[in-house]
C-alpha cells in the first residue's frame, strides 16, 4: 500500500477556505486516493474519492496533478462544525486494506 | 436505510472476562471492516471480510482476538480473555463491494478495568 503524509494538525478561520495536502509518492497506476472526516466520538465519514485531475462534490473538492504523488483536499468556507480529524488513503479500487494513518486535525477558530 | 449499526454502545468489563461486540452491516454491502482507535495508535485495520470470507487478518493483535460472520448480515468480535489494554473504541465498516468507500458504525467504546 501506497504511504501517506500529511500535516498533523492546522487551524483556521471561519469563512475561510482551507488546503490540506497529502504526499503519497509511491502511489500505484491502479491505485485511487480517497478522504475521510471523523468528528470526536463517531466513525470516519466518507467525503470525496478521486484517481486525477480534479473531482468537486457538494462538500469539497480534490486536487491531484498529473504525477498523482500528491493530493490536495479543498474545503470552502470552513465553519466551526468542520473541526475534525481528516484522513487521507490511497489504494487500489479492489483488494484495498482501507488502512488510515494519523490524519490532520483541523481546528477551525471563530 | 439504518447504517452500520453496533451493539453495545458502551462496554465496561473487568480484566479476564470475554467480551463480543456485534455489527450489523448495511443491507447489501459485501465487504466489512473491523477498526480499533486509541489516541496513541490511532485507527487501526484488524480484520476484514469479503462476501463473510475474511481476507485479512493480519492486524488482529494477537490469539485473544477473533473475528466471524456467519452470514452477510452480522459479524462478532471476540476478546477472549480481555486485558485492560484491549481498552478502545471499537468500530464496525462496510461497504458495497471491496475497494468501495467505507460507512462507519458509531463505535463501540470498550473499558476493560
Known amino acids: 500500500l501506497a504511504k501517506t503524509t500529511q500535516p498533523i494538525s492546522m487551524d483556521s478561520y471561519e469563512g475561510q477556505e482551507v488546503n490540506i495536502t497529502c504526499s503519497h509518492n509511491n502511489i500505484a497506476t491502479n491505485d485511487y486516493i480517497t478522504w475521510y472526516q471523523q468528528f470526536p466520538s463517531q466513525g470516519p465519514r466518507f467525503i470525496i474519492q478521486g484517481y486525477k485531475t480534479k473531482v468537486t462534490n457538494e462538500v469539497a473538492s480534490l486536487f491531484i496533478p498529473a504525477d498523482r504523488k500528491s493530493s490536495t483536499l479543498s474545503l470552502p468556507r470552513v465553519s466551526l462544525s468542520d473541526t475534525a480529524v481528516y484522513y487521507c488513503?490511497?489504494?487500489?479500487?479492489?483488494?484495498?486494506?482501507?488502512?488510515f494513518g494519523p490524519g490532520t486535525r483541523l481546528s477551525v477558530l471563530p | 436505510d439504518a447504517g452500520v449499526i453496533q451493539s453495545p454502545r458502551h462496554e465496561v468489563t473487568e480484566m479476564g472476562q470475554e467480551v463480543t461486540l456485534r455489527c450489523k452491516p448495511i443491507?447489501?454491502?459485501?465487504?466489512l471492516f473491523w477498526y480499533r482507535q486509541t489516541m496513541m495508535r490511532g485507527l487501526e485495520l484488524l480484520i476484514y471480510f469479503n462476501n463473510n470470507v475474511p481476507i485479512d487478518d493480519s492486524g488482529m493483535p494477537e490469539d485473544r482476538f477473533s473475528a466471524k460472520m456467519p452470514n452477510a448480515s452480522f459479524s462478532t468480535l471476540k476478546i477472549q480473555p480481555s486485558e485492560p489494554r484491549d481498552s478502545a473504541v471499537y468500530f464496525c465498516?462496510?461497504?458495497?463491494?471491496?475497494?468501495?468507500?467505507?460507512?462507519f458504525g458509531s463505535g463501540t467504546q470498550l473499558s476493560v478495568l
Open positions: 465498516a462496510s461497504s458495497l463491494i471491496e475497494g468501495e468507500k467505507l460507512f
Open positions: 488513503l490511497v489504494g487500489p479500487g479492489y483488494g484495498q486494506n482501507f488502512v
Open positions: 443491507s447489501g454491502h459485501n465487504s
